[in-house]
């Protein structure tokens, strides 16, 4: 009987088989099954996770991801289902049929007027859509709402009511550094050279302070007693003061400094240069531009920031540059803000860093700890800058150096002061105790009868703790007898 028939070959089937662009219809008594393909290639597949694998491949670029899905969803035929042999197509889907409502097995045709109302709900929902994803980024006035009111960001910081309807990426862009290559390049094809130039010299002035409190530097200038200057204020907070602890690892100065150059881009953008950035998206809107009240300090200073750039001497104006940054970083620490904390930059800046930006959680504010993370970051860098500033001052005399980094932070940097760090240290005192007090978002849970523990959807018996310390065990000694001491058997016996 198969004799009366043309059968193909297998390669004939595979070289022959149906192409996405032919609209092939089901074979009949073929099964069908929901798989998805790949745009770039003739890959086929019902499983989600091999799909992705498959697409990671192509190395897809992020353009080119917002312009379209990374894989198609189709419904596939295979002449063979054994292993090694499976080869799908795609065929037609015959639940979707142009002008058809598929309900279940039913299909009622619809009429124009039905297939009008329904792409008018589809247009409504994509408008609501977007509508919902912009008023998520930009920051809403809660009003009067009790249940949304967060303590330390409505009634200690206020950040909310200083930042009340700017857009989050306007909040992202006045405090974004330029790209790392241009950075890196210097001032040269930069979008904003000035910026650059003076992003260079800040990194600069900040490696160069630190040097003044390296133990391995032959200039260092710091002593335990300057470093209980530095830090006298824990003293009136908590009763002890441990000194300025100056060390910090390569991985945290760069996260330190980053955050202080953060700041002079917010204030070259926000309170330098013309129109201070923001969008003012109604005639009454205040903007932060609005409410910062610069000093006649730290606008002399930089001032002084762009005439040094304008010198044609390089050695000459490098030197000048940082100089006049060094002076910019002391006045916007010693600025006296009365009962109007946002006319600070500094404090200014601090509100926009208490917005989630970017990444995962965008449109939501920051956790106290995370917050907390960079005031650290700016109370840091900031005595940094102080003590700096104390050892350029005092070259001539470094005896006076205590004196004056005594009486400066006496005036400026401790918690009573209205002043910029005044008002952090404040803000720090509080947002530890929320910190203490908050509930951790994946905390282990212990069972009634207090036999079992679970973590993240894992248990774990208290009967299997044996188990488990002996499994740990075992594996140490493998590792350790097996692969590092290569099973050796005439050791000596070691005692402690």
Not at 365 to 378: I, K, T, V
């Amino acid at each position: 009987l198969l004799g009366s028939y043309d059968l193909r070959t297998v390669e004939e089937l595979k070289e022959r088989k149906p192409r996405p662009e032919d609209q092939c219809q089901p074979i009949e008594h073929l099964a069908s099954y929901d798989g998805s393909s790949c745009p770039h290639c003739t890959y086929y597949t019902r499983h989600l996770p091999r799909i992705k694998e498959h697409v990671a491949s192509h190395k897809v670029k992020d353009a080119e991801q917002k312009n379209g899905s990374l894989w198609s969803e189709c419904r596939l035929q295979t002449y063979f289902t054994a292993g090694g042999r499976i080869d799908y197509f795609v065929v037609r889907d015959s639940n979707k049929r142009e002008g058809f409502l598929a309900s279940g097995n039913d299909a009622a045709l619809l009429t124009q007027p039905e297939k009008e109302l329904f792409e008018k709900l589809e247009q409504d929902y994509k408008d609501v859509k977007c509508n919902l994803e912009e008023q998520a980024m930009v920051v809403q006035d809660i009003g009067d709402s009790r249940s949304e009111r967060v303590p330390w960001l409505h009634d200690l910081t206020h950040f909310p009511s200083h930042m009340i309807t700017l857009k989050d990426e306007e909040i992202w862009s006045s405090y974004r550094l330029p790209p790392k290559k241009e950075l890196d390049a210097g001032s040269e094809n930069a979008k904003d050279p000035n910026l650059v130039r003076i992003l260079v010299a800040a990194e600069a002035v900040l490696r160069d302070a630190y040097r003044l409190c390296s133990d391995t530097s032959p200039d260092r200038k710091m002593t335990q007693q300057r470093a209980n200057i530095l830090n006298e204020f824990y003293a009136g907070a908590s009763g002890k003061a441990d000194g300025f602890r100056y060390y910090k690892n390569a991985s945290t100065l760069v996260t330190y400094f980053t955050t202080m150059k953060q700041l002079l881009v917010y204030y070259y953008r926000v309170v330098h240069c013309e129109g201070g950035h923001f969008t003012r998206a109604k005639p009454d809107q205040v903007l932060p531009g609005d409410v910062i009240q610069p000093t006649a300090q730290q606008i002399q200073a930089m001032d002084e920031i762009m005439k040094a750039l304008a010198l044609e001497d390089e050695e000459e104006a490098e030197l000048a540059v940082k100089h006049a940054i060094r002076r910019l970083y002391l006045a916007l620490i010693c600025h006296t803000v009365g009962s109007v904390p946002f006319k600070s930059p500094v404090l200014s800046f601090c509100a926009m860093l208490s917005r989630k930006v970017r990444g995962k959680g965008r449109g939501l504010w920051e956790e106290p700890g995370n917050f907390n993370s960079h005031l650290s970051a700016l109370t840091w860098t900031a005595q940094l800058v102080l003590f700096d500033y104390a050892c350029f001052q005092e070259q001539d005399d470094e005896d006076q150096i205590p004196v004056f980094l005594a009486k400066i932070c006496k005036k400026f940097f401790q918690q009573l002061a209205e002043t910029p760090f005044g008002h952090i240290l404040q803000w720090r005192l509080y947002l530890f105790k929320v910190g203490k007090a908050a509930i951790a978002k994946h905390q282990a849970r212990w069972s009634l009868d207090g036999q079992t523990v679970e973590y993240r959807g894992v248990e774990l018996r208290m009967s299997q703790i044996s188990d488990l310390v002996a499994s740990e065990y075992q594996r140490a000694h493998a590792l350790l007898y097996d692969e590092l001491l290569f099973q050796a058997k005439d050791l000596t016996p070691m005692e402690s």
